[in-house]
């Protein structure tokens, strides 16, 4: 008969926050927006930042049906809350998904010139970057200088500048043109739009 080996992913993985019987500290501060709840449960007052004996603070705990979570470690004395730590835990990540969810994403494009560009590449290249920009993306927008063409930087520049003026009702520049090797960039991030005024009359 084959030998049975445990699966490691299946072992219970370590909780979170220590809690109950795992915290070591002889004293906590106890904190929580429900000790007004639990103050009527216990049948005497317990304020926010009460210092507690853990003995007692495990015990008010059990008698509640809930869990003394230290959410805090490393505070003197450490910060525990009685709670029902699964809820607990079931909150805090669909908080975190939540902050996630609203994080947005900035996307660079890139638009490439060459000292010599003619309007036409310029005005279609720019018309593209103005979408760009308002669609929330940032735009980095350079000039290529290509072997003895890099004695026109002074045109590429003015390529860029033309570009920002440009894109001036759109988009600001991070900083001005800059040239690094055989490359002269410029960075621009969408402006902020000013939110609508209200109409007289509407809440």
Known sequence: MAKYIPNRRQEQKEPEHRINDRIRATEIRLVGDNLAELSLKFGEPIEPNTLMDIRRARALAESADLDLVEISPNANPPVCRIIEYQKFLYDKKKKEKEI??????????????????????????????????????????????????????????????????????????????????????????????????????EE
Not at 123 to 135: M, Q, V
Not at 147 to 173: N, Q, T, Y
């Open 100 to 201: 996630k969810a609203k994080q947005v994403k900035t996307v660079m494009k890139e638009i490439r010139f060459g000292p010599n560009t003619d309007d036409h590449d310029f005005e279609f290249k720019t018309k593209h970057a103005h979408a760009f920009l308002e669609e929330g993306s940032k735009v980095r927008s350079y000039v290529q200088f290509k072997g003895r063409s890099i004695v026109f930087k002074s045109r590429g520049e003015d390529v860029l500048l033309r570009f920002i003026a440009a894109l001036e009702p759109v988009g600001i520049p991070e900083a001005p043109p800059k040239l690094e090797g055989r490359k002269m960039f410029v960075t621009l991030v969408p402006k902020k739009k000013a939110a609508a005024p209200t109409k007289k009359g």
